[in-house]
């Protein structure tokens, strides 16, 4: 009997990757959105930007959370999660999510003239985090299309 033992070591080839890229965007993105958002944030409309800001933080620590998980193969570790369809659930719902803070965000740029430049920079990388998040969830849909046309062999 032989024991598979798994270790966690760096995958380079997914960091350059086109998921890989995107994640490391999506932070990327996150990050510039929450320091723009911080900025413009006084103007009285407090729910919306702690949506925004709930939006976007979560978005960011998931995401850092599934680039260390497939940068350091950890995935493999795991098998009693699909790690693949978790991923892709998150994708589905934080793009619909970021669309919707983004448009909050959008909503409260005439508010007032304090931060109104923040507030545009802001919107600016909620649309970006929308369509990367969008892309990943896109490229999600099509690998998962692509497992399930394959046709299963018929023993007989």
């Not at 032989?2 to 086109?18: M, P």
């Not at 959370?65 to 699909?82: M, R």
């Not at 409260?108 to 909620?126: E, H, K, N």
């Amino acid at each position: 009997m032989s024991t598979q033992t798994a270790t966690v070591s760096l995958d380079k080839e997914y960091l350059k990757s086109r998921q890989g890229l995107l994640r490391i965007g999506e932070v990327v993105i996150g990050l510039c959105g929450i320091i723009c958002e911080s900025q413009g944030a006084y103007c009285g409309y407090g729910g919306m930007y702690s949506f925004y800001n709930f939006v976007v933080v979560t978005t960011l620590i998931l995401a850092l959370i599934i680039l260390i998980v497939y940068a350091l193969q950890l995935d493999k570790l795991c098998t009693f999660i699909n790690c693949f369809l978790s991923v892709f659930i998150n994708d589905v719902l934080f793009a619909i999510l970021y669309l919707v803070a983004t448009i909050l965000m959008i909503v409260t740029i005439g508010a007032c003239r304090y931060g109104q430049v923040a507030r545009i920079f802001a919107a600016l990388f909620g649309v970006c985090g929308t369509v990367v998040v969008g892309m990943l969830a896109l490229f999600g849909y099509q690998v998962m299309k692509s497992n399930q046309s394959v046709p299963k062999s018929d023993p007989a």
